[in-house]
Nanobody, 121 residues
Framework: VQLQASGGGLVQAGGSLRLSCAVS????????MGWFRQAPGKEREFVAA????????YYADSVKGRFTISRDNAKNTVYLQMNSLKPEDTAVYYC???????????????WGQGTLVTVSS
């Protein structure tokens, strides 16, 4: 299974970005998918997750109401729409596949390479 994340970049506080994660060589429609992030000097943390069907989503409190996770099983792609971005959202964002929707990063079997999001104040 290969995951390719994209969509990161530099944005001003209050702005928006949409991250994408394309999955290949696997059964995408059977995987719960998650987004995690790691800021400089900090541990990787959970951001959002979505069930294999798209029917259940789960968010970290820090992004609830600002970020939206979604998926398109026909395109083997999961998205993270990020609105009202804050400087503290600056991090490398990773997509992951195959884990528990409410689980830690250790439950995920497959990881993308990460995409950098920088939010300037």
């Amino acid at each position: 299974v290969q995951l390719q994340a994209s969509g990161g970049g530099l944005v001003q506080a209050g702005g928006s970005l949409r991250l994408s994660c394309a999955v290949s060589r696997g059964t995408f429609s059977s995987y719960n998918m998650g987004w995690f992030r790691q800021a400089p000097g900090k541990e990787r943390e959970f951001v959002a997750a979505i069930s294999w069907s798209g029917g259940t989503t789960y968010y970290a409190d820090s992004v609830k109401g600002r970020f939206t996770i979604s998926r398109d099983n026909a395109k083997n792609t999961v998205y993270l729409q990020m609105n009202s971005l804050k400087p503290e959202d600056t991090a490398v964002y990773y997509c992951a596949a195959g884990g528990s929707i409410r689980g830690s990063s250790s439950t995920y079997n497959y990881w993308g390479q990460g995409t950098l999001v920088t939010v300037s104040s």
